[in-house]
């Protein structure tokens, strides 16, 4: 019994050898994968779950706007209702109503698309001046156009 208890032990103890190799062999926490979870997949899903909430908070800011301007402003104005932006801790969100005229962003984009060709701004330049300056068109949205 005290031979199969030792034998045990050290099999456990070649187990966690060998387990904390592999552990340290195999886990990237610099690339997309840690510890197994795809980091780019939760990304998206986080992302996803941000818009939602911004849409809802828009649609129900939008309801509220459209129940009590009237008993608010006079009833030969008509207020309308452009854009909402609020942060959350460090995030900023920005909700528009106003429709964007397709021709006008498809123009800004092709300018920007110039600026960016021209230039020789990088794609890492480019995303931190979006990081600081939201208005600008997103990576995605200049990718589409090129």
Known sequence: MKFLQLNQLSMLQIYFMKYKYTFYEGTKTSGIYLFGLQLKILDKVRERNDM????????QMLIEFNEKAPKLYNSEDIPVLESISYSVKKHTFDVNY????RAKK???NESMIRVLDERN???DTYRYLCA???NLPREGAIA???
């Open 52 to 59: 939602q909430r911004t849409t809802n908070i828009g649609k």
């Open 98 to 101: 106003r429709d964007g005229d």
């Open 106 to 108: 498809k123009q800004k």
């Open 121 to 123: 701004i990088s794609r």
């Open 132 to 134: 600081i300056e939201f």
């Open 144 to 146: 589409k156009e090129r």
